[in-house]
């Protein structure tokens, strides 16, 4: 069995998920869902830290609109997945529309 597993991301996927990680490592949320399983923390800080070291972009003076443009280009080929359900209308106002 190798003692390496490469992971492959397109640039947009690599922003967008360094700038998520780094938002929410350290929230009391997120430690709390991770310190279930602790183990999960060392493969969380190595991509974490790779990504960090890979991205150049991240200390570019244009870094914001660069990941804007990612997280739309993701959220464009996403579709709907994991968007939330529309709420269904309610009976009365599909009575309010006739």
């Not at 939330?84 to 006739?98: G, H, I, L, R, V």
């Amino acid at each position: 069995m190798p003692d390496d597993v490469t992971l492959r991301l397109t640039h947009d996927q690599a922003i967008v998920l360094s700038d998520w990680l780094s938002t929410v490592m350290g929230t009391p949320a997120f430690d709390g869902l991770v310190n279930r399983d602790r183990a999960v923390w060392s493969p969380l800080h190595a991509i974490a830290g790779h990504l960090e070291t890979a991205i150049d972009v991240i200390f570019s003076p244009t870094y914001s609109d660069d990941l804007l443009g990612a997280r739309e280009r993701l959220l464009d080929q996403l579709g709907d997945l994991g968007r939330p359900p529309s709420p269904e209308p309610s009976p009365e106002a599909a009575d309010d529309n006739q």
